[in-house]
């Protein structure tokens, strides 16, 4: 019995709410008419900014640049490289034996 009551309840909650939003659509449809508003006054958008992450480091700081726009007075000026925050990976250094020196070495073991 409760329950029946709740969804009659329910049922007369929505009736009144489609009719409160008819009532408010009618009314804003004949504000924006007596007033010309645009639908960018009524609504205003605006694209959303791209995030672009930090590209340079102040290492005492801690302060961060994008490298976009004005650079900050702790950079202007000087090498942008050496605040890089993602340092260019260099290639690993010819300390070892050659290639063939590697074979060479290897065919020696071999015959011993």
């Known amino acids: 019995m409760l329950l029946a009551e709740q969804a009659a309840l329910d049922e007369k909650i929505a ?6 939003a008819a009532q408010a659509l009618t009314q804003i449809q004949a504000w924006i008419a007596e007033f010309g508003f645009t639908a960018q006054q009524v609504f205003p958008w605006q694209p959303a900014k791209k995030q672009v992450s930090a590209k340079y480091l102040d290492p005492n700081s801690g302060a961060t640049w994008t490298g976009r726009g004005k650079p900050p007075a702790w ?3 000087k090498d942008r490289g050496q605040f890089l925050i993602d340092k260019p990976v260099e290639p690993p250094s010819q300390r070892g034996p050659f290639l063939a020196e590697m074979a060479a070495a290897a065919a020696r073991r071999e015959g011993r």
């Open 15 to 20: 009736r009144e709410k489609k009719q409160a």
């Open 75 to 77: 950079i202007a000026g």
